[in-house]
Nanobody, 122 residues
Framework: QVQLVESGGGLVQAGGSLRLSCTAS????????MGWFRQAPGKEREFVAA????????YYADSVKGRFTISRDNAKNTVYLQMNSLKPEDTAVYYC???????????????WGQGTQVTVSS
């Protein structure tokens, strides 16, 4: 069993930055691919970014490419999402997820955190 806890969300003005963290416990984190997804009110959950177990491969949604960076520190059992040049449309609850394979499909991921709210004001 894997427990995932996100942190780092908050309120920021458009153009600002936030760094989300997701710390895992309960099993070997370094063998899991990790992903970030988000869900805005009234919208479906959408893929944001993913990273392979080694960190050697990363994937991004077109909407965040060039602004967001996913990274991981396996020694700390933590994955990060650095979010720069934030826009109001980035407002959502952000979830981290763990699974055997990195990808854009949420069904690839077996474990999910509780989410952290990101609000970007205009």
């Amino acid at each position: 069993q894997v427990q995932l806890v996100e942190s780092g969300g908050g309120l920021v003005q458009a153009g600002g930055s936030l760094r989300l963290s997701c710390t895992a416990s309960g099993r070997i984190f370094s063998s899991d691919a990790m992903g970030w997804f988000r869900q805005a009110p009234g919208k479906e959950r959408e893929f944001v970014a993913a990273i392979s177990w080694s960190g050697g491969r990363t994937y991004y949604a077109d909407s965040v490419k060039g602004r967001f960076t996913i990274s991981r520190d396996n020694a700390k059992n933590t994955v990060y999402l650095q979010m720069n040049s934030l826009k109001p449309e980035d407002t959502a609850v952000y979830y981290c997820a763990a699974g055997p394979i990195a990808g854009t499909d949420y069904t690839l991921y077996n474990y999910w955190g509780q989410g952290t709210q990101v609000t970007v004001s205009s």
